[in-house]
């Protein structure tokens, strides 16, 4: 067992703290230099309360300093301590979106800058065939925290505000603008950088905004490199090679170098106070390579002695691009106060490329040479340089007892049989004595090889050994071949017998002759010399058949089929190179799958304020145009990996660049790629839409909140062959007509689908006194259906899908309320809420088919048929809780303390398809997965009168997931193939309840210094979230832990490896920020 080592032990390890030392150093040596020209500024990670007037029902907005003071670092701290609100987690993949309101993913809308961000595929079909097995980046793309200005997490159904996908909810990002940092000043700066343990990631951002006569620019960039999240007791449990430390039953976190670069840059030009002109470009890069260790179709390799076999290796990419142009009107007509025009051009890759190979170097199976055996100057040497022979010995039989047969043997100069690992294990497990001659080949007989000059010395000679199986051929043992001459040839007599025509034995002499023919091949830079062993007969009058007055070497006899005219020579089966037994190389077979979402917007925003009948109004309303392109694209190779000088003979050419090439061998030694495939036909989505808004104030105690949006989508796939990447034939052959699968595609891209939704939004605002607000909001949200939804076709006997032309618009509406008690900023927020959702598409079975080809045949193999269809529904209902209470407010005088509090319950269920173990499907009601169990959150905060140090606790209750509010999906397989027990719908899994606290804290030791520390789990506490519990998989490859104790597969117990979905166990962050 390993000593744990405590975080603080980390930083001081990794260099943490002497990296954020040299660069705190750094960041003041620039800022003495440049302080005379400057304006000074000062950091404030005090975050300034939201106006009670400004707080909307089912609404949290974050801004960049509440972000701050809590040392936000990703999107799943984002909502560390928010209810009723968690992100998606996908394992390997990270976060994935939020889970909002008993929905999640592409149900909660997610934009930037008014940019919708790419969706999953959320076809169920592609999620039940290809998500569990980790060969696709399925997320949702994220963003970097130092670039947000603010966040809006918008909780309930509305899709007034950002359109599509508004189930639940949305999650709004807005980015940084000069402007905000320009305030009174023409330049800023700032130096950021952090560390934290539970990652060991280091961050490192600078931001630069200044202005110069009518132009201002502003350049946000972050860094940051990390690992993965080190799940509780980290250091404690088995890592390779141990007993426990692959596959399912792998305790700890697989290892993953995780690398973010951001990059936001905006300059404006401003002509006028009334016009400005921006263009924007904000780029995100998401790189996470590591080890799926807990892969499960990997080898097992839990023995040190034995060696390296594959394991599967990750390049994990999340790529956004956004490159926009922004005018903004500000002059006051009677159509607008302000106007702005954008023009956005998106771009966001989410790949997943997988490697299997063995990483071990020396000690795979593939390159494997116990023995030492070189070649130096052409000839064998041991490990130390000494030359070597080949010798004989008594051999080994399969039970590992001497048979008095003589083999060939390798020998030092004495004649001396060099050591080895003379045991191994056979199939019956036991330990035998083997053969030296097992652990190295002489296979590379009548096969020509091609020797690397840059790894041999291609001067001198190569010696062939004359060996034919185990023995010597006879007591000329070997061949010294001259790489410098085109041909060198050896002639053999031996005696032999043979029977005259009337079968009588007689003596004869038969002779062979061997000719190594040497190629000098330079080629792209490399220098290669082929060998090519070949030999030939001589034949005596009446030996060659075909001419009986022949006499001669056979190969130079006369032949009509041969394209020269002669016979010719055959590959030589006599001499032999001596190579280590493996052979030379890894193999390497790979993945690499994109999904890409490509968009174009081109948006109109106005505002108007103005008054009629002394009720104010502020109009804000505008139309927008996007065009988006979602497409795969999928690529399948192998190739070898780590050479040594003995990987010489599985190849048969060298090309014009220089490399091998095995066009005739098909060997995997060199790499092959297959052409660009997909499984989803490319689809192009345009979507317009207009809408409104206006917030109207009756008087100081009645106001209201309007909104109406209306969209039109239209989905149009397209196939081309030979342009498009291909799909597979097989999954469109007669699975919408009777026809071959180049008419279904042909058909299917035909096959344009339009969509409309108009969308509402009532919300009311009553003051009835000076301490008391009552909210009430109505509102809808819809989603169109994915263009996966309605084209994803799949065809298996076992499992296939029909597209569904005929999907229809999901729906919601929420009810909401909220009473609102407030003084100064203090206040506390009872709500409750309902959301009903409908027309919610699932994947339904339609019972077994026979599809028909184009000749109206059938295969007379049922297959078991799926499809998409609006069959659920479902409801969420729940209360809240929040509440802030500044001390000043309640003593009425100045002191820094503050309490808040935030509570949600929910409850909900949702009607579809349940399957029982026997494949009956039924109708019922169950509980929803996307639901969180009741979380509650306590706060203590203080900020020092000076405001140079303060303080927060935070402190996190979160219940049990009940069982009752749970359901596995899979149940019915878990009971029917599985042959697990009987748990009825519910989840097998549950989150257990948990308690936790965190302490951040700030110290300005100077004005423009600022330093921020935090702990985090402060009493250790073992707990897992349910997001992160429910993410275990019952099938697949990846996400999965043991169903119960299976020695065979490294599973001590049952539920063994639920331990690396745990939450990490103490840990610290230190931020360090400096800014003029």
């Not at 006028?272 to 470009?281: A, C, G, L």
């Not at 009553?766 to 989603?783: C, H, N, V």
């Not at 929420?814 to 009903?836: M, Q, W, Y």
């Not at 009741?934 to 203080?942: A, P």
């Amino acid at each position: 067992m390993q000593t744990q080592k405590t975080s603080v032990q980390k930083i001081i390890n990794k260099g943490g703290v002497t990296k954020l030392f040299c660069y705190s150093l750094l960041s003041l040596s620039i800022t003495n230099a440049l302080a005379e020209e400057a304006t000074l500024g000062t950091i404030n990670v005090i975050d300034t309360p939201e106006s009670i007037q400004n707080k909307k029902v089912g609404e949290t907005v974050k801004t960049a300093k509440t972000l701050e003071k809590q040392q936000i670092s990703s999107t799943r701290d984002l909502v560390k301590y928010e209810t009723g609100i968690t992100v998606v987690e996908k394992g390997r993949m990270g976060a994935s979106g939020y889970a909002v309101r008993g929905v999640e993913e592409n149900r909660v809308n997610i934009t930037i800058d008014g940019l919708a961000q790419a969706q999953t595929i959320s076809s169920q079909g592609f999620k039940e065939l290809f998500e569990g097995y980790g060969n696709f980046n399925n997320t949702r793309n994220g963003i970097e925290v130092e670039t947000i200005k603010q966040v809006n997490l918008a909780k309930g159904s509305d899709s007034t505000k950002v359109g599509s996908g508004a189930l639940g909810g949305a999650v709004i990002f807005e980015t940084k603008d000069a402007r905000d940092f320009l305030m009174g000043k023409d330049f800023y700066y700032k130096f950021k950088t952090g560390y934290a343990t539970a990652n060991n990631e280091k961050m490192f951002s600078h931001t630069l905004a200044g202005r110069f006569k009518d132009f201002d620019a502003l350049v946000i960039r972050t860094d940051r490199d990390g690992h993965e999240l080190e799940n509780f007791g980290y250091d404690d449990y088995p890592d390779i090679p141990e007993l426990g430390s692959q596959g399912r039953s792998r305790q700890k976190a697989d290892p993953y170098n995780i690398s973010k670069e951001s990059t936001l840059f905006k300059l404006s030009y401003n002509p006028n106070e009334n016009n400005r002109f921006t263009v924007m470009y904000d780029d995100y890069k998401n790189h996470s390579k590591g080890t799926d260790w807990s892969y499960t179709l990997a080898p097992m390799q839990t023995e040190r002695d034995k060696p390296e076999v594959d394991s599967r290796h990750t390049n994990d990419k999340s790529n956004r691009r956004n490159v926009a142009f922004m005018f903004e009107n500000y002059s006051e007509t009677p159509l607008w106060d302000s106007l702005k025009v954008s023009v956005s051009k998106q771009k966001i890759s989410q790949k997943a490329r997988t490697d299997e190979y063995c990483d071990g170097v020396d000690a795979c199976r593939g390159v494997q040479n116990p023995l030492g055996i070189q070649l130096k100057d052409g000839k064998l040497v041991d490990n130390k340089g000494n030359e070597i022979a080949v010798g004989e010995t008594e051999a080994y039989d399969y039970s590992g007892k001497k048979n008095g047969e003589r083999i060939v043997t390798l020998v030092d100069k004495n004649g001396k049989e060099l050591p080895y690992p003379d045991e191994t294990e056979n199939w019956e497990g036991k330990m035998i004595k083997r053969n030296q001659k097992d652990l190295w080949s002489n296979a590379t007989d009548s096969r020509e090889v091609f020797l690397d000059c840059s790894k041999f010395d291609c001067s001198g000679s190569i010696r062939y050994h004359h060996i034919s199986g185990n023995k010597f051929v006879d007591d000329k043992k070997y061949a010294d071949i001259d790489l410098n001459k085109e041909q060198t040839v050896i002639v053999r007599e031996w005696p032999d017998i043979d029977w005259d025509s009337n079968w009588n034995q007689i003596d004869i002499i038969k002779r062979k002759k061997t000719v190594f023919i040497v190629e000098d091949i330079k080629r792209g830079g490399a220098h290669y010399k082929h060998i090519l062993p070949q030999e030939t007969y001589w034949d005596d009058k009446g030996d060659y058949w075909n001419d009986p007055n022949y006499e001669g070497w056979r190969a130079d006899a006369p032949s009509e089929w041969s394209k020269t005219g002669k016979v010719g020579y055959n590959n030589s089966d006599e001499y032999r190179l001596i190579l280590p037994g493996s052979r030379g190389y890894e193999t390497n077979i790979w993945t690499d799958r994109s999904l890409n979402t490509d968009t174009l917007q081109l948006k109109l925003d106005l505002t108007k304020f103005f008054t009629v009948k002394d009720i104010d109004n502020d109009l804000a309303y505008g139309i927008s145009y996007e065009k988006t392109e979602k497409s795969m694209i999928n690529y399948t190779g192998y190739g070898s990996i780590n050479h040594k000088w003995w990987a010489i003979s599985d190849m048969d050419d060298i090309d014009e660049n220089g490399n091998p090439t095995c066009n005739k061998r098909f060997s995997i030694f060199c790499n092959r790629s297959s052409g660009a495939e997909t499984f989803l036909m490319p689809v192009v989505t345009k979507s317009g839409e207009f809408h409104i808004s206006d917030n109207i104030r009756i008087n100081d105690k009645v106001a209201f909140d309007l909104g109406y949006r209306y969209d039109k989508v239209s989905h149009k796939p397209h196939y081309k062959v030979g342009v498009d990447p291909a799909l597979p034939k097989g999954l469109y052959d007669g699975v919408l007509l009777n026809g071959t699968a180049e008419e279904n595609m042909e058909y299917l891209a035909k096959q344009k689908r339009k969509f409309s939704n108009s969308s509402y939004s009532l919300a009311g605002i009553f003051d009835p006194t000076d301490y008391l607000r009552i909210q009430a909001k109505y509102s809808t949200g819809f989603r169109i259906p994915t263009s996966d939804e309605l084209y994803f076709t799949f065809k298996h006997p076992d499992f296939s899908i029909k597209p569904n032309l005929d999907l229809k618009v999901e729906k919601a509406k929420t009810k909401e309320v909220a009473l609102t008690f407030h003084k100064n900023n203090s206040f506390i927020t009872l709500g409750a809420f309902r959301t009903d959702y409908q027309n919610f598409i699932e994947l339904a079975f339609k019972g077994y088919t026979q599809f028909k080809n184009s000749k109206g045949q059938t295969s007379g193999i049922p297959y078991r048929l799926y499809q998409n269809r609006n069959n659920s529904k479902a409801k969420v209902q729940g209360l809240s809780i929040a509440a802030k209470l500044y001390l000043s407010d309640l003593l009425d005088k100045p002191n820094g303390f503050n309490i808040g509090y935030k509570f949600e319950y929910q409850k909900g269920k949702t009607f579809g398809i349940d399957t029982d173990s026997a494949g009956n499907e039924r109708e019922m009601w169950h509980a929803i997965n996307a639901i969180q169990p009741m979380k509650q959150i306590l706060s203590v905060g203080y900020v020092s009168p000076e405001q140079d140090y303060g303080f927060d606790i935070f402190y996190t209750h979160a219940s049990a997931k009940k069982k009752t509010a749970s359901y596995n999906p899979y149940h019915g397989a878990d009971q029917g193939i599985f042959n697990g027990p009987d748990e009825g719908t519910y989840a097998k899994h549950l989150s257990k309840a948990y308690n936790v606290f965190d302490v951040i804290g700030f110290y300005k030791p100077i004005k423009d210094l600022t330093i921020q520390a935090g702990v985090y789990n402060l009493f250790d506490q073992e707990y897992a979230t349910w997001e992160s519990i429910r993410s275990i998989r019952q099938f697949g490859t990846s996400n999965m832990i043991c169903k119960k104790a299976t020695p065979g597969l490294g599973c001590g117990y049952a539920d063994q490896g639920i331990e690396r979905f745990s939450a990490p166990g103490r840990n610290f962050k230190l931020n360090l920020s400096y800014e003029f």
